[in-house]
């Protein structure tokens, strides 16, 4: 019989966490850098760029590499000869490693994790509890299997009870562009075929969880149906030409990875969930001789990519910025941006539409600004903000028109992936612009931002309206004032030139 002590299970989480916070598996680095080598989409091309740069600063200074931190999700296989030192369960154990990880003072983590979900949404200050999943395995080890699962991407989970006679490819096929750009491609499919329904999406889930090897199965060829399927969906998922960052390209899904289950005569569930551009997790396994040792990856298993900022980015000073300026600009032009930048996202957009409803003077004047849906991660050691990367944009879309209309008065907006048609067409209406930053190159768009101070609401915490002062913060222009969007026009190209290209044989 093992004995696992308290210390070294919170030990291991704890550490674990702080880990895969700033170091992306090298399976992921390698399979990106793979992605980055035959792109020929200059757009996705320098995002796969920022989030390899990204992914290597944020390795370097050990802070995060995207500034959703996740939601802390843990499988734990336990062996039937184990037992725990007694005082704390399973989930308490778990819970308290997260807590020490995410609440770190060298690298505080982002707590995202709200109590009372369908009432007060509180926040639980420490990112607990944890999401924690056990089964009761043969043997005398635990093996635990832990990942940081940002909300952009499981927002997107699909979940259908197909036809046994349906096709699972054409299901997926037929998801995949309408799951938009929110998961913050390329990334890697998860999916679970079989089982019932709660099983199907366990199964995606944990699917996620394996080494990225698409590559290695195509070299040897599929030997039975699951790994066929790995193969079609993989070719068709990027033939759709959705892109790096929806932003239309050669690589949206770096690999296809799918569980099945024994099913019902009846049914045929099916779940299909993504893992980001921020794809973080760890394994370790506990055998009673103390915590889990994690080797840190050496600098050199990076690419050495010189990114000085996008190719032929056009510079903008923000405080000088008209609207006849933004008129000249191009959906798919790159931008450095410069100057006074204001942030809001959920929670002070509709603290402002409240204010206006009710004729009250607004606290910032908004006319001829930007702004930039962010929620940033807490500074550290001389941060001007920790790592900023934009939050999704949809989610303001109903407070677009009020936004760049009369009484608020925007000029501009940054965050992440496609706007709805509504906000494309007030964009439209109010000659407008949409700007979109790399979702997963939080610590690379932070380092941009050289100063920071709270302007409104400092009671909402990371929500709060402050103002930036950045420097050369990389950005494209997704929707121009004409109403262009990057998100329409460049994954239809890249589609129909994929039609051309024959697909590449890795
Ligand atoms: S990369 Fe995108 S989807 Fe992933 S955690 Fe970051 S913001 Fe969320």
Redesign the pocket.
């Known amino acids: 019989m093992t004995l696992i002590k308290q210390d070294d299970l919170i030990r291991s989480v704890a550490d674990a966490f702080q880990f895969i916070s700033y170091y992306h598996p090298l399976d992921f680095v390698r399979a990106v850098k793979a992605a980055y080598d035959r792109e020929q989409s200059p757009a996705a091309k320098d995002a796969l760029a920022q989030i390899l740069v990204n992914s290597r600063m944020a390795a370097e200074g050990h802070r995060p590499i995207?500034q959703?931190t996740?939601m802390a999700v843990v499988f734990l296989k336990i062996g039937m000869e184990v037992r725990f030192e007694p005082g704390m369960t399973v989930q308490e154990m778990v819970d308290e490693g997260v807590r020490q990880a995410y609440t770190n003072p060298d690298n505080p983590l982002r707590a995202s994790v709200l109590a009372d979900p369908a009432g007060a949404r509180r926040n639980t200050k420490d990112n607990t509890p944890a999401v924690v999943y056990t089964e009761l395995v043969p043997g005398n080890t635990v093996e635990v299997r832990l990942a940081a699962k940002?909300?952009?991407?499981e927002n997107k989970a699909q979940f259908d009870i197909l036809n046994p006679s349906d096709s699972i490819v054409d299901w997926v096929l037929e998801r995949l562009p309408k799951m938009g750009a929110g998961?913050?491609p390329p990334g890697i499919l998860g999916i679970g075929i079989g089982g019932t329904p709660e099983k199907a999406m366990l199964m995606a889930k944990e699917a996620l969880l394996d080494q990225i090897d698409i590559q290695d199965l195509r070299q040897r060829g599929a030997g039975d149906r699951t790994e066929e399927l790995r193969l079609e969906i993989y070719d068709k998922a990027n033939a759709l030409g959705i892109g790096a960052q929806g932003l239309g390209g050669l690589t949206t899904v770096l690999d296809v990875k799918i569980k099945g289950y024994p099913t019902h005569a009846a049914s045929l569930p099916v779940a299909l969930i993504p893992n980001?551009?921020?794809t973080r997790h760890l394994h370790f396994t506990l055998d009673g001789s103390g915590p889990a040792h994690f080797s840190p990856p050496s600098l050199s298993d990076w690419p050495a990519i010189d990114w000085k900022g996008p190719p032929n980015a056009r510079r903008v000073n923000l405080d000088t910025l008209t609207r006849a300026d933004i008129a000249t600009w191009k959906a798919g032009e790159t931008l450095l941006l410069s100057g006074k930048l204001l942030t809001g996202r959920d929670a002070a957009h509709k603290r402002i539409a409240d204010m206006v409803a009710k004729g009250e003077p607004l606290p910032v004047d908004f006319h001829n600004r930007f702004i930039y849906y962010v929620g940033p991660v807490d500074p550290v050691k001389g941060e001007a903000v920790g790592p900023a990367?934009p939050?999704k944009s949809t989610r303001m879309d109903k407070f677009t028109d009020l936004m760049l209309g009369e009484q608020v008065g925007l000029l501009g907006m940054v965050g992440?992936a496609e706007r709805g048609p509504a906000a494309v067409a007030s964009i439209a209406a109010h000659s407008a612009v949409y700007c979109t930053a790399v979702?997963?190159a939080?610590y690379l768009v932070a380092k941009a931002i050289k100063s920071s101070r709270v302007l409104a609401f400092p009671e909402l915490g990371m929500e709060a309206i402050y103002e930036f002062e950045v420097e050369n913060m990389p950005v494209a222009v997704a929707v121009d004032s004409r109403g262009e969007s990057v998100h329409e026009t460049g994954p239809r190209e890249w589609r129909m030139r994929i039609g051309k290209i024959p697909l590449a044989k890795h």
């Open positions: 995207c959703d996740g940002g909300g952009g991407s998961w913050c980001c551009a921020a990367g939050t992440k979702g997963g939080a």
